[in-house]
């Protein structure tokens, strides 16, 4: 895929970077279950093995095997069993820390996993966000250059101190002041933090 669209991805799903990798197993598993309907006319008196086998086997593999052979082969002490997708139930399992869908060959795997630096980065896209609403609120015009003045909040301060840059560069700010002041004022709720 190329930079293009990897870019519009990453910008329209709010996501900090999209990576192809050629195997999900790092970020979901598979469960299997027989279908009633069809294994029990055909194993009956094995459906109890038949469930305690699918319970315990890795279920990436069992899903590779399922992909490449087209069914899954079971010996229980000679009795043969083989089983094709008409004859399983599958469910993605999700692994900790990754949130994935799988539909038609496609696996889309977020990792959830919140790191201190995205935890920043998100109250940062807050902060643009209110100062924004705030902006259109004054009337200012798109290329009006501002003065930010931060209050009641010693660590959203100097978490924009920080970030100043972002901040600046995506609302025109030219100073933070952390005291009040400004002809609009307003109190917000930034992820549970208190600000003005």
């Given amino acids: 895929m190329s930079e293009f669209y990897r870019e519009i991805i990453e910008d329209e799903l ?4 999209v990576e192809f990798v050629p195997d999900v197993s790092e970020f979901s598993s598979y469960s299997f279950k027989p279908q009633l309907k069809t294994v029990g006319p055909k194993y009956g008196k094995l459906l109890g093995k038949i469930k305690a086998a699918l319970s315990e086997i890795d279920g990436n593999k069992a899903m590779n095997e399922l992909e490449s052979t087209g069914a899954l082969h079971f010996d229980f002490d000679g009795d043969k069993v083989e089983l094709t997708r008409d004859d399983l139930l599958i469910d993605v399992q999700q692994k900790a820390g990754y949130y994935s869908v799988a539909d038609n ?3 889309v795997a977020l990792d959830t996993n919140l790191t201190p ?4 980065e998100g109250y940062v896209r807050e902060i643009i ?4 609403t705030m902006r259109k609120e004054a009337n200012f015009n798109v290329v009006d250059h501002i003065t930010v003045y931060v209050s009641g909040n010693d660590n959203i301060a100097q978490l924009m101190a920080r970030n ?3 901040i600046s560069h995506d609302t025109l700010t030219d100073s933070i002041e952390n005291n009040e002041g400004g002809e609009l ?3 917000w709720d930034i992820n549970n933090e208190k600000v003005t």
């Fill in 14 to 17: 709010n996501v900090e970077k």
């Fill in 105 to 107: 060959g496609t696996t």
């Fill in 117 to 120: 630096e995205l935890i920043e």
């Fill in 129 to 132: 966000s209110k100062i924004q």
């Fill in 164 to 166: 100043f840059d972002e």
């Fill in 185 to 187: 004022s307003k109190e």
